[in-house]
């Protein structure tokens, strides 16, 4: 399925933008939130096909540039509430034909995916890369990371968080992918994802920075994409 391409994505042809008033406890920040939504074609394109959230344009549209996903891969999904990634992992896989098998990891709890099992549960948990190797039952193809710690508004601090939890999932990437895997995560632009890449560099055959078009207008997200891994050669006995 292809990503959303131009167009204003709603029905009807109007292009008409809808305006949220501020009522009762709605903070402004909820109500410019909820206008992005209901203003959103990736979102009312997401409703119209199905799929968890907008999110899914992000991976769908990295997919077909990159060809990432294949027919009976092992896919490890983090943070992945609502299961838009997984929802669209799982059907590039077969995962509901047995054919490959996706597993994520969130606190939140989402509604059951078919070809998917999830684990409610904090990823900075000591006890997580255990509990997901278990469900997964041998090495991944692929981690894939769309975390994001709760926004504190300060973007320098916020880019340091993210960055974090990217470092964190490369370190369980490099625990269980195969040779030949890859690793996909959300970084924010901030100056020290450059390190991230170098970080990378050492275990990865190619390394990039990729901005998929269904990113928000003036958003910072980024996502950082390294292929080819080159460790994992202990996988043999698994």
Known sequence: MSAA??????????????????AGK????????????????YVAQAKREGWRSRAVYKLIEM??????LKPG?????????PGGWAQYAAKKVGAADGRGRVVGIDLLDIEAIPGVEFTVMDFNDA??????KAMLGGR?????SDMAANATGHRQTDHLKIVALAELAIEFAREVLAPGGFFLAKVLQGGTESTLLA???RDFSVVRHVKPKASRAGSAELYVLATGF??????SSD
């Open 5 to 22: 391409k131009g167009g204003s994505g709603r029905e009807g042809g109007r292009g008409l933008k809808v305006q949220v008033k501020t």
């Open 199 to 201: 970080n990378l560099k």
């Open 127 to 132: 006890d997580a890369p255990d509990r997901l």
């Open 63 to 68: 997919d077909e540039r990159f060809h990432l």
């Open 26 to 41: 709605r903070t402004l920040s909820s109500k410019l939130w909820l206008e992005r939504q209901l203003n959103d074609p």
């Open 73 to 81: 891969q092992k896919i490890v999904d983090l943070g992945a509430a």
């Open 230 to 235: 080159r460790g994992g050669a202990e996988a």
């Open 140 to 144: 991944a193809d692929a981690v894939v």
